[in-house]
């Protein structure tokens, strides 16, 4: 967790950046990030140069003698601002496309990427603000980044925006992955659910020497047995699509910093034609597919012409939240398990598609939850109304867990923000009660209870928590209309005798 003179720091940069003319969070971000980038190649450039080398190894690893200027340690020393501005656009972004794409997943998405920066004198300050960074402490440079982000509050041109970190916490301790598992969101967008699932690994499967108590109690995971597997957690574990190029990028860097520095990103739109055809053994289950699937996919309405058409199979429809549903669905393995964010519409929806993508979801596979979430949730769209599905790929669902969140915890403006366990802890609580069959959840007056699925046909297949929930009403009982009037003629009556007594006392 980083401190408050971090945080100060990051505001700092922040305000230097919309001060300095930069007003779209995404290219402050993107800037932040290209920067960041340069000085952790030079971090990790000094900590080679630092080590005990073998006999005839080069003290060079990411720079070669030639390229030295190009270091962060170099050129952002420059008192110059002007020529620090020429030097970094035309001689250390060009470097940055071509050497990021060979070591990490980061650079193949820096092609094309371009200075932003106008200013020398907003230049000069970026550097000094993001060389107050600790950006050598592994243990927060996530935390730092992810506070980074925290104020992208711009919803992307295709409908996708930030996820709350709670709203992802609990998304992912429903599904509980492990450590040899696979992960994917078709729509990752900055990679904040696939970052959670790293965060979450390391925490629950950590060896006891990877422990480390903080001042203050708290205690921070290095994760050192995930290390043990570092091969799938670097290649086969993280796979994230979107079709957003900036959105990758922030992604990439957002995972490098969290120990994955070669996630298996990609530039795609997932719904398309092209999907299947480049990643076969991912886009469809019976190939292969992946054992989780956590994803908030854009709600952006209706889609053009080109979706695959083995999604089309299942619903003939061209709304992207179903459709996500379906290619979900297609994605995962057997007994693979999903926890995704849909709009309340996709809940209730009277239309075919809605219909059938309900019933699919009922009698040909495992819809274990419906969470309704507390409106006001996404701050770019405060009046949405979502809900997190839980199901499992395969088989037939007999009972369904509905919870009634009707509040975070959070003020409006703390959405989005970084926080802890709110009152959203107990929708975990209960899920795994029901999970583990510790209550029959048949008070539907609850927060928490149990739908039949012939209960749910009998309504349309509908998943409102409204449709279900019953409320308790208590008999209220007043007095008789005669007994009420003659209380008020009573004091009626003595509120007269007392200004009677008072103009008596006054004459």
């Given at each position: 967790?980083?401190?408050?003179?971090?945080?100060?720091?990051i505001?700092?940069?922040?305000l230097?950046?919309?001060?300095?003319?930069i007003?779209?969070?995404?290219?402050?971000?993107?800037?932040?990030s290209?920067?960041i980038?340069?000085?952790l190649?030079?971090?990790?450039?000094?900590?080679?140069?630092?080590?005990?080398?073998?006999?005839?190894?080069?003290?060079?690893?990411?720079?070669r003698?030639?390229?030295q200027?190009?270091?962060?340690?170099n050129?952002?020393r420059?008192?110059?601002?002007?020529?620090?501005?020429?030097?970094?656009?035309?001689?250390v972004?060009?470097?940055?496309?071509?050497?990021?794409?060979k070591?990490f997943?980061?650079?193949?998405?820096?092609?094309n990427?371009?200075?932003?920066?106008?200013?020398?004198?907003?230049?000069?300050?970026?550097?000094e603000?993001?060389e107050?960074?600790?950006?050598?402490?592994?243990?927060?440079?996530?935390d730092?980044?992810?506070?980074?982000?925290?104020?992208?509050?711009?919803?992307?041109?295709?409908g996708?925006?930030?996820?709350?970190?709670?709203?992802?916490?609990?998304?992912?301790?429903?599904?509980?992955?492990k450590?040899?598992?696979?992960?994917?969101?078709?729509a990752?967008?900055t990679?904040?659910?696939?970052?959670?699932?790293?965060?979450y690994?390391?925490k629950?499967?950590?060896?006891?020497?990877?422990?480390?108590?903080l001042?203050?109690?708290?205690k921070?995971?290095?994760?050192?047995?995930?290390?043990?597997?570092?091969?799938?957690?670097q290649?086969?574990?993280?796979?994230?699509?979107?079709?957003?190029?900036?959105?990758?990028?922030l992604?990439?860097?957002?995972?490098?910093?969290?120990?994955?520095?070669?996630?298996?990103?990609?530039?795609?739109?997932?719904?398309?034609k092209?999907?299947?055809?480049?990643?076969?053994?991912?886009?469809?289950?019976?190939?292969?597919?992946?054992?989780?699937?956590?994803?908030?996919?854009?709600?952006?309405?209706?889609?053009?012409?080109?979706?695959?058409?083995?999604?089309?199979?299942?619903?003939?429809?061209?709304?992207?939240?179903?459709?996500?549903i379906?290619?979900?669905?297609?994605?995962?393995?057997?007994?693979?398990?999903?926890a995704?964010?849909?709009?309340?519409?996709?809940?209730?929806?009277?239309?075919?598609?809605?219909?059938?993508?309900?019933?699919?979801?009922?009698?040909?596979?495992?819809?274990?939850?419906?969470?309704?979430?507390?409106?006001?949730i996404?701050?770019s769209?405060?009046?949405l109304?979502?809900?997190?599905?839980?199901f499992t790929?395969?088989g037939c669902?007999?009972?369904?867990?509905?919870?009634?969140a009707?509040?975070?915890?959070?003020?409006?403006?703390e959405?989005?923000?970084?926080?802890?366990?709110?009152?959203l802890s107990?929708?975990?609580?209960?899920?795994?009660r029901?999970?583990?069959?510790?209550?029959d959840?048949?008070?539907?007056?609850?927060?928490?209870?149990?739908?039949?699925a012939a209960?749910i046909?009998?309504?349309?297949?509908?998943?409102?928590?409204r449709?279900?929930?019953e409320?308790?009403?208590?008999?209220?009982?007043?007095?008789?209309?005669?007994?009420?009037?003659?209380?008020?003629?009573?004091?009626?009556a003595?509120?007269?005798?007392?200004?009677?007594?008072?103009?008596?006392?006054?004459?």
């Amino acid at each position: 967790m980083i401190n408050d003179q971090v945080k100060s720091d990051i505001d700092r940069l922040w305000l230097d950046c919309a001060m300095g003319g930069i007003s779209n969070s995404l290219i402050i971000i993107e800037q932040v990030s290209f920067l960041i980038f340069a000085r952790l190649l030079d971090i990790e450039e000094t900590q080679h140069e630092q080590n005990t080398l073998r006999p005839g190894e080069s003290p060079h690893h990411l720079f070669r003698v030639d390229q030295q200027t190009l270091r962060w340690q170099n050129w952002s020393r420059m008192n110059d601002g002007e020529s620090m501005l020429k030097f970094v656009r035309d001689e250390v972004f060009p470097h940055l496309r071509i050497f990021g794409g060979k070591k990490f997943t980061f650079g193949e998405y820096m092609k094309n990427v371009s200075l932003q920066i106008s200013k020398a004198s907003l230049l000069i300050s970026m550097v000094e603000q993001i060389e107050k960074l600790p950006l050598g402490n592994i243990d927060i440079q996530g935390d730092l980044y992810e506070y980074l982000l925290s104020k992208l509050t711009t919803a992307g041109i295709h409908g996708q925006f930030r996820t709350p970190r709670h709203i992802i916490k609990l998304m992912v301790e429903l599904i509980d992955p492990k450590p040899f598992e696979t992960i994917g969101d078709p729509a990752c967008g900055t990679a904040g659910v696939l970052v959670a699932v790293m965060e979450y690994l390391r925490k629950t499967y950590p060896t006891p020497e990877s422990i480390e108590t903080l001042k203050g109690g708290s205690k921070s995971y290095s994760g050192e047995q995930l290390v043990l597997n570092q091969k799938p957690v670097q290649h086969g574990m993280f796979h994230g699509f979107d079709f957003d190029a900036t959105m990758l990028r922030l992604a990439a860097m957002n995972l490098m910093l969290h120990g994955v520095e070669n996630p298996d990103l990609h530039y795609t739109d997932t719904l398309s034609k092209v999907f299947p055809e480049r990643f076969p053994a991912i886009a469809d289950g019976d190939k292969g597919g992946l054992d989780i699937i956590l994803s908030n996919p854009p709600f952006k309405g209706t889609l053009a012409e080109d979706v695959h058409p083995s999604l089309l199979k299942v619903v003939q429809t061209r709304k992207s939240e179903l459709l996500f549903i379906i290619l979900i669905l297609r994605m995962l393995k057997n007994g693979g398990r999903s926890a995704t964010i849909v709009p309340d519409g996709v809940l209730f929806g009277s239309s075919k598609a809605h219909l059938a993508v309900r019933e699919y979801l009922l009698d040909h596979n495992q819809l274990e939850g419906v969470i309704s979430l507390p409106s006001g949730i996404f701050r770019s769209f405060a009046g949405l109304s979502t809900a997190i599905l839980v199901f499992t790929k395969g088989g037939c669902t007999q009972d369904v867990f509905f919870y009634d969140a009707q509040a975070d915890g959070l003020s409006q403006e703390e959405k989005c923000q970084e926080n802890g366990d709110h009152s959203l802890s107990d929708v975990l609580t209960q899920y795994r009660r029901w999970c583990n069959g510790e209550s029959d959840f048949t008070d539907r007056t609850a927060k928490a209870f149990k739908v039949s699925a012939a209960d749910i046909r009998a309504h349309n297949f509908e998943l409102s928590i409204r449709r279900y929930r019953e409320t308790r009403h208590q008999e209220v009982k007043y007095e008789e209309p005669k007994m009420i009037l003659t209380r008020m003629q009573t004091l009626e009556a003595e509120i007269q005798r007392d200004m009677a007594e008072l103009e008596a006392m006054l004459r």
